[in-house]
C-alpha cells in the first residue's frame, strides 16, 4: 500500500504518525480498483516473492502477510507453499475481500486461508511468540507508527530460523514532487515544508534490525519510475493506490496549499521533469529486506 508523498528521512525512531482508521477508509474506498492502478505495488510484490524464494529455507507451516492489500504477494507465494496456513492481514475489510477472492481464483486452498482485519502493529503485540515460519509484507511497513518496536515484535512472532521478509518505501519517493514544491513555496515566499508522509531512512532500518534480530540477510534498494499524463493524473494515482497523507492533525505536513501554490507547483513540475511529450514522471525508491530469527 502505497501513499504519501514523503522524501526527508523522518527523524530516527520515527514512526509515520498517521492515522489508522482513515487509511483503512481510504484503501477500502479504492479497494475494487486498486490492482488496475498499483503499478509500484505489483512491482514490488513480485520482486520480494523472488527473493523470498531464493531465501527462505525449509517448508513454511505458517505464514502471515502483513497488509496484504489485494493479495498481490500472497498470490505469488501459495504455489510454493502450498500447503501452508495461511494468515492475511490487513486495514480494510474490502482489501481482504479482494485478496481471498484473488487466491480462490489461483487455486489456493480456502481452508487454510485466514483473513484478519487489524491493525497490524496492534495485531503483532497480542500473538504468541514463535508462531510462525515466514512472515511477508509489501508496501505496508511504512504505515508503521511505531517501526522500531514492531519491527522487533514481529522477529519475535517467527519460530527459530523463521524469515521476516518486507518492502518498503525508502526517502527519495515522489522526489520530483518534492522538489517541485520546494520551487513553489520559495517562489512565493514560503519556507520550505515537508509536505505528506516521510519515511524512516537505511540507517533507521539497519538500526532497528540489529536490536531485534541482528544484520539483515538481504538489502537491497531499488526504484521503479513511472510516467503519467500530467501532475493532476499522477496525483490522482497516488490518491487511489494509497491512502493520500493520512497524517494525524497537528502532524508536519498535514495542511493543505493555497490554489496560487498547487498552481505553481503543477508547473514548476511541469517545466523540470516533463518530457518532450508533455508527460511527466514519479520515482519511488523502496527496499527489499530479508531479516532471520537466530536459531536457539
Known sequence: MAGGAGNDPAPAGAGARV???????RFGRHAAEYDGYAEVQQVMAAGLAERVRRHHQGPAARMADIGCGTGGLAVRLCPYYSAAELTLLDLAPAMLRQAERKLRRHGCPGGQVRAVAADAEAWAAAQPE??????VSSAAFQWFNTPAATLRRLVQLLRPGGLLAFATFLPGTLHE?????????????????????EYPSAADWHGWARDAAG??????EA???????????????????GAGNALEAGAAGASGMSPSLYRRMVQAYQERFGGPDGRIPATYAFVYALLRREQE
Open 19 to 25: 492515522d489508522k482508521k482513515l487509511v483503512a477508509r
Open 215 to 220: 544484520p539483515f540477510l538481504l538489502w537491497e
Open 223 to 241: 526504484s521503479c519510475r513511472c510516467e503519467y499524463g500530467s501532475v493532476p493524473e499522477m496525483l490522482a494515482q497516488v490518491r487511489r493506490i
Open 177 to 197: 514532487l518534492h522538489a517541485a514544491f520546494r520551487q513553489a513555496d520559495a517562489e512565493q515566499g514560503r519556507a520550505p515544508r515537508p509536505r505528506g508522509q
Open 130 to 135: 514463535g508462531g510462525y515460519d515466514l512472515i
